[in-house]
């Protein structure tokens, strides 16, 4: 089979394609043919090896030689134990755990997966399975009046969170760079701010925050907040995370506002809910851009420094258009 390997950390040029062995299923495993993989921030983090948590499988060089973790295609084989699925099925799912999704095949846990929705691409359903545990439950706070800032507005999971937040009748400032404000305001964000000529930190204050690009101090992001208010942010460098989790217990605890870590729980009980949604036509998918396995590195490229509208998705066997 052809994969997108590497063999250092690096730029997304250390990044090629070979010809792979076609892996093989284990007990509670489902081997599936890959028609498309959404392109994560953890994909960013870890062909860089940075931060410092991205290298837990390989300290010195990648663990795993092939990236990608949102994958959508059909079931190719299916190990001894797997009872939920058959060979041809349409599935989607997370394999972060295992990671592999920028190849033709791909193994994912058995748990990992779900049904495809029949009225979703393979590209939309592809965008689903890590962006969108990340929005709901990083806006589960989002209520009628309520005031939201989405940081990092622009891409996959805070394309979704604007909505979501929208949708529960929250009043969201959303910040990206200059290029997105005027999509973050078709998504419904009320206000957009240029995190580049505006500190976000001085607005609001607000009520919630969810934080996709954490890189300020624990006490920018008190002031920013309402008394009573939460902060939350999705990784970032390591010392910034341990700041939110020691300095933002300690700060929040005084000032009367809450400062943490989002800790996602990730699986098709969470993401089958935005794909309902979705259905429902209550929520958008964006997909900014479509590439082929080929152009893995560009797709990286574009969405690591920050020109994706939405998502971006490696179209693996060009079919990912099809439902």
């Given amino acids: 089979m052809r994969a997108v390997v590497y063999d250092a950390y690096g730029p997304p040029d250390v990044l090629r ?3 792979m ?4 299923p284990g007990p509670d495993q489902v081997l599936v043919e890959v028609a498309a993989a959404s392109v994560n921030l953890s994909d960013w983090e870890g062909l860089h090896g940075t931060p410092a948590y991205a290298r837990f499988g390989g300290l010195f060089r990648p ?3 092939v990236l990608g973790s949102d994958i959508a295609g059909w079931v190719d084989a299916v190990g001894s134990e797997v009872t939920r699925f058959r060979p041809g099925d349409a599935v989607y799912g997370d394999i972060l755990t295992l990671m592999g999704g920028f190849a033709e095949y791909a193994v994912a846990p058995e748990s990992a997966l779900a ?12 965008t689903l399975p890590q962006a969108g545990p990340i929005a709901l439950q990083g806006t589960a706070a989002a209520d009628l009046g309520r005031r939201v800032l989405v940081n990092g507005g622009g891409g996959g999971s805070g394309s979704f969170a604007i909505q979501l937040a929208k949708q529960a009748g929250a009043h969201v400032t959303a910040v990206d760079n200059a290029g997105k404000l005027d999509y ?3 998504l419904g964000a009320d206000e957009v701010i240029d995190y580049r000529t505006e500190d976000y930190t001085r607005t609001g204050p607000y009520d919630l925050i969810l934080d996709l690009v954490a890189r300020r101090s624990v006490f920018a992001y008190c002031r920013a907040l309402a008394r009573g208010g939460r902060y939350l942010c999705v990784g970032g460098p390591v010392p910034r995370v341990l700041a939110v989790l020691i300095g933002g217990a300690v700060v929040g605890g005084l ?20 794909a309902d ?15 082929p396995l080929d152009e893995v590195p560009e797709a990286l490229a574009v969405h690591g420094e920050g020109h994706a509208l939405g998502k971006v998705v490696i179209d693996i066997a060009g079919r990912a258009r099809e439902a």
């Avoid at 049904?115 to 592809?126: G, I, R």
């Avoid at 000032?255 to 935005?274: A, H, K, M, N």
């Fill in 17 to 19: 394609v070979e010809e």
């Fill in 21 to 24: 062995p076609k892996p093989a």
């Fill in 63 to 65: 663990g795993r030689r």
């Fill in 115 to 126: 049904h495809k929705p029949a009225s979703l691409t393979f590209a939309e359903a592809s």
């Fill in 184 to 186: 973050m305001r078709s």
């Fill in 255 to 274: 000032s009367g506002r809450r400062i943490g870590l989002l800790l996602v729980r990730p699986g098709p009980r969470y993401f089958e809910q935005l």
């Fill in 277 to 291: 949604r979705c259905l429902a036509g209550e929520i958008d998918i964006h997909i900014d851009r479509t590439f």
